[in-house]
């Protein structure tokens, strides 16, 4: 299922989230994380506010939407490029 992830910055820690998708869980942790501080997004892996949310939100743990939202505000701060990030299964 898609997701377009959109953050802005507010200022220099703090951002807005947006997620648009056709999942209930994805708008619902969305909502949850739209406005959110930079030293809660990229914390420890496992421990930042988004994946807290995912946690308790999303029914699958292999949802790979909370990666690409802190990819994303990472990318909107500065600290990482905004390149494409994808996974894909070779079959053998």
């Given amino acids: 299922m898609e997701c377009t992830v959109c953050v802005s910055?507010?200022?220099?820690?703090?951002?807005?989230v947006t997620l648009e998708s056709k999942c209930p869980m994805v708008v619902q942790l969305g909502e949850k994380i739209a406005d959110i501080n930079l030293r809660d997004a990229?914390?420890?892996?496992?421990?930042?506010?988004?994946?807290?949310?995912?946690?308790?939100?999303?029914?699958?743990?292999?949802?790979?939407?909370?990666t690409g939202i802190l990819k994303a505000i990472e990318a909107?701060?500065?600290?990482?490029?905004?390149?494409?990030?994808?996974?894909?299964?070779?079959?053998?």
């Fill in 9 to 16: 910055k507010k200022d220099r820690m703090n951002y807005t």
């Fill in 42 to 66: 990229l914390k420890k892996y496992g421990q930042t506010v988004v994946t807290e949310h995912a946690g308790t939100i999303l029914a699958h743990c292999t949802c790979p939407i909370p």
């Fill in 76 to 92: 909107e701060a500065g600290m990482a490029l905004p390149r494409d990030v994808s996974i894909a299964f070779i079959r053998e």
